[in-house]
């Protein structure tokens, strides 16, 4: 059996420190199975644009084309803010995604016995959350065209597209349905078909692919409802599925439920299940290099990487089982920290190393 290729991508920020926690939990787990396996590195967004001027440079392409799976720390900062459009860093990230088709993302929020007192909501609305976000990642507004900042009349006037053909929907649809059909069968498909052409379309062909699902019960909601549902009854919800717009802003509320953006992985899939894997969080440039950023979103990841891409189940709920026991022995970053008794505030490389002993 040839190595598994993976590509491991740090980035920007609190990238290489997030970064350098989890490769060391990565290789252990993989040692420990006798699967052989290479990693190589790369640069994307503003690392790429200092080194070689584009955020998603040549070399990187290659790489990111020929690997099996990529880890993904974060992207930006304010160092690049003030660039073209076409140079900034998130740049980058969206023209990997779309080089490699990654169109379905998953992004679950669930939240750890431990930290049911970090969430901003009361304990019995989180307590056993299991949420799963299937947010369609290559299609939308974000990639619509004609886009533009253009003078009209003497004004500036911005304009953005959104459109989605109707095998972008069915195909996303249809990876939705198979991860309700595993989980707990129900599916709430979040749009605004109540204003939107193209919303009317999602749900038209949502509505229309789940005649093939009879197992999986299918609801849909406006996503000005779904924002306040997350925070009044968040665990009504099983399996969301939604646009790129409406997912990248849900899955962000989603995050807060569980106490920290920082315990929150993601996975970026194409139709053969190749994936980029990344924290939810951003770059978090005000804490970067200063030993505070929480790396366990990152670690669970690279869990996403194991399970999805590589199949191997067993290896991705080690890593999982070690992140419980180091929240449950009260290991906290700052972000998770709280005013429970027994609290230990440890720093980046710490609660890694501690997840490694975990695993042992």
């Not at 020929?66 to 993904?72: T, V």
Request: charged letters at 25%.
């Amino acid at each position: 059996m040839k190595p598994l290729n993976i590509l491991s991508i740090p980035g920007d920020g609190i990238g290489p420190e997030i970064m350098e926690a989890t490769l060391p939990v990565v290789e252990k787990v993989l040692t420990d199975a006798g699967v052989s396996y290479e990693i190589a590195h790369a640069k994307l967004g503003g690392q790429a644009l200092d080194e070689y001027g584009f955020p998603y440079p040549d070399e990187t392409k290659a790489l990111a084309q020929a690997a099996d799976g990529i880890l993904f720390g974060a992207i930006g900062g304010p160092k690049w803010d003030k660039m073209p459009r076409h140079l900034r860093p998130e740049t980058g990230l969206l023209a990997i995604r779309e080089d490699l088709g990654l169109f379905a993302n998953f992004r679950p929020a669930t939240i750890y016995p431990e930290l049911v007192s970090a969430s901003s909501l009361k304990p019995e609305l989180v307590s056993g959350l299991d949420i799963l976000i299937v947010r369609e990642l290559t299609g939308g507004i974000y990639f619509g065209k004609p886009r533009a900042i253009e003078e009209r009349e003497g004004e500036r006037v911005g304009f953005n597209t959104m459109i989605y053909s109707e095998s972008e929907i069915r195909r996303v649809a249809q990876v939705a349905f198979d991860a309700a059909s595993k989980r707990g069968g129900k599916l709430c498909s979040v749009d605004k078909a109540n204003v939107l052409e193209v919303s009317q379309l999602w749900r038209d062909v949502v509505e229309e692919e789940a005649k093939n699902w009879p197992n999986v019960e299918l609801t849909h909601m406006y996503v000005d409802n779904a924002a306040m549902q997350l925070v009044r009854a968040p665990k009504q919800f099983d399996v969301v599925l939604t646009s790129n717009l409406f997912g990248d802003i849900l899955s962000d509320a989603a995050a807060m439920l569980t106490g920290s953006i920082g315990m929150l992985p993601s996975a970026s899939l194409d139709v053969n299940n190749k994936g980029l894997y990344e924290p939810v969080h951003g770059s978090a440039p005000d804490i970067a290099g200063e030993d505070k950023a929480n790396p366990l979103a990152c670690i669970l990841s690279a869990a996403m990487m194991l399970r999805y891409t590589f199949n191997l189940s067993e290896q991705a709920d080690k890593i999982e089982n070690a992140v419980s026991k180091v929240l449950a022995a009260g290991y906290r970053t700052g972000d998770i920290a709280g005013q429970e008794v027994g609290e230990k505030l440890v720093g980046t490389r710490e609660i890694g190393q501690q997840v490694l002993a975990a695993l042992s």
